[in-house]
């Protein structure tokens, strides 16, 4: 179940308990609505403590630099004077 599942439930769930005043015989949507909103929260919990541990974390790379070479001219290794 993903996260839009897990806010469904819960919406569902509070408004089953909420905002509903039906009486069906033998169900008790107070307490099925409880079970939705209850269900939803513990997969959402999941879904992110799953979701953290997913997540990678890439080491910084080192910054490498290019050794540079100090050329002196001296006339006679630049190729003149030779």
């Known amino acids: ?11 569902v769930g ?4 909420f905002a509903t005043d039906w009486h069906m ?5 107070d307490l ?3 079970i939705f909103m209850a269900t939803g929260l513990i997969g959402l919990v ?3 403590g799953i ?6 974390v890439v080491p910084p790379t080192p ?15 630049d190729g003149y004077g030779a």
């Open 1 to 11: 179940m993903g996260l839009g599942g897990c806010i469904i439930l819960i919406a």
């Open 14 to 17: 509070a408004i089953l308990t």
């Open 25 to 29: 015989s033998g169900v008790n949507l």
């Open 32 to 34: 099925v609505g409880v």
């Open 46 to 48: 999941t879904f992110s």
């Open 51 to 56: 979701a953290r541990r997913r997540r990678v």
């Open 63 to 77: 910054v490498v630099e290019e050794e540079r070479h100090h050329h002196t001219r001296d006339g006679y290794t």
